[in-house]
Nanobody
Framework: QVQLVESGGGLVQAGGSLRLSCAAS????????MAWFRQAPGKERAFVAA????????YYATSVNGRFTISRDDKKNTVYLQMNSLKPEDTAVYYC??????????????????WGQGTQVTVSS
């Protein structure tokens, strides 16, 4: 069983920065693809970023590319999302997710086996 616990959300002004963390329990972290998704009120959950195991290749949604950076520390079983130049449209609940299955469809929420409880990010204008 894997548990994911996010932290680091909060209220920030437009143009500001936040860093989200997601700590994972269990032995599967280092061999799993990790991702961040977000869900704004009234909208579907959307892909934000993902990072592969071993080679650490990263993938980003177009809307955050160049502003957000995903990284992982396998010794700490933690994945991070550094968010810079935040915009009001980034306001959402952010979820981390873990994929046990080496799926290439990293952008699809259906591929992920475990989810955190979510952390609220609010960007004021």
């Amino acid at each position: 069983q894997v548990q994911l616990v996010e932290s680091g959300g909060g209220l920030v002004q437009a143009g500001g920065s936040l860093r989200l963390s997601c700590a994972a329990s269990g032995r599967t972290f280092s061999s799993s693809t990790m991702a961040w998704f977000r869900q704004a009120p009234g909208k579907e959950r959307a892909f934000v970023a993902a990072i592969s195991p071993s080679n650490g290749r990263t993938y980003y949604a177009t809307s955050v590319n160049g502003r957000f950076t995903i990284s992982r520390d396998d010794k700490k079983n933690t994945v991070y999302l550094q968010m810079n130049s935040l915009k009001p449209e980034d306001t959402a609940v952010y979820y981390c997710a873990l994929d046990l299955g080496y799926s290439t469809r990293y952008y699809s929420s259906l591929e992920y086996d475990y989810w955190g409880q979510g952390t609220q990010v609010t960007v004021s204008s």
